[in-house]
């Protein structure tokens, strides 16, 4: 029988667990740090707020989104693999964050009401999920009028050479470097297909406004190999605006 793409990617994430943060920093050189902290400039979290992370992982990005509430905030973060959240759970336990909570939960069905948040991000989890739309319009449906949702992910360069250099680099390196540093060479080579087929930044900010949220703007990271959505939901009546990069 036939596995679906949500099964495949959630066995993936419950074996690979372990060695996921370090393995996001050798994929990465170490850069998503870096992505991910110009991107919470550019979201202007204040204290008091409140956020869900859909696709939490280890929960790295919802203890930022942790710290920048504050005490008076709440910070959700969402994930389907139990494994991962175990390792998120500990980290938000070390750090003392009373006002982060982490719920086991799908991304395609947000077990929120419409409304809830003032920011809604996902990190390098909408290239895995089954149907990014859906995911889409369930993060702008659980968002505030007036609030943010906000995609970090792999993206697709358009620098000739380093465009080739980089898609080199996802179909051969990525799997050697998840066969020596986390033992998980077939993990890693179905990661890289999910990345490779992920829609590009022009494609995806034409899907934020599809799904209603308007302000929209791009960033992308280190060439194009990765890139911050950002979009904000308004009221029906508002107008649609134009992409800004």
Not at 176 to 194: C, I, N, R
Request: include cysteine; hydrophobic fraction near 40%.
């Amino acid at each position: 029988m036939t596995e679906t793409k949500e099964e495949r990617v959630h066995q993936v994430f419950e074996k690979i667990y372990k060695r996921y943060d370090v393995m996001n920093s050798v994929i990465s050189f170490q850069r998503h740090k870096a992505w991910r902290k110009d991107t919470m400039k550019r979201m202007n979290v204040q204290e008091g707020q409140s956020a869900l992370d859909v696709c939490c992982g280890t929960a790295d990005w919802a203890i930022a989104l942790g710290k920048a509430v504050g005490p008076t905030g709440h910070v959700e973060g969402l994930d389907f693999s139990e494994n991962m959240l175990s390792i998120g759970k500990k980290k938000i336990a070390d750090e003392r964050l009373d006002h982060v909570f982490l719920r086991h939960g799908n991304a395609m069905e947000l077990p929120y009401a419409d409304d809830t948040f003032d920011f809604v991000t996902i990190g390098f989890g909408l290239r895995n999920v089954p149907d990014y739309m859906q995911v889409l319009r369930e993060m702008a449906r659980v968002t505030k009028p007036g609030g943010k949702v906000v995609c970090l992910e792999t993206s697709q360069p358009t620098i000739p050479v380093f465009k080739q250099l980089y898609f080199f680099y996802f179909r051969h390196v990525m799997p050697l470097f998840g066969k020596m540093f986390a033992k998980s060479y077939d993990e890693y080579s179905w990661l890289q297909e999910s990345t490779l087929s992920f829609p590009g930044r022009d494609r995806l900010a034409q899907m934020f406004k599809e799904v209603g949220l308007t302000d929209v703007q791009v960033k992308p990271y280190s060439g194009g190999a990765a890139a911050m959505h950002l979009g904000v939901k308004e009221s029906f009546d508002e107008e649609s605006r134009n992409v800004t990069c």
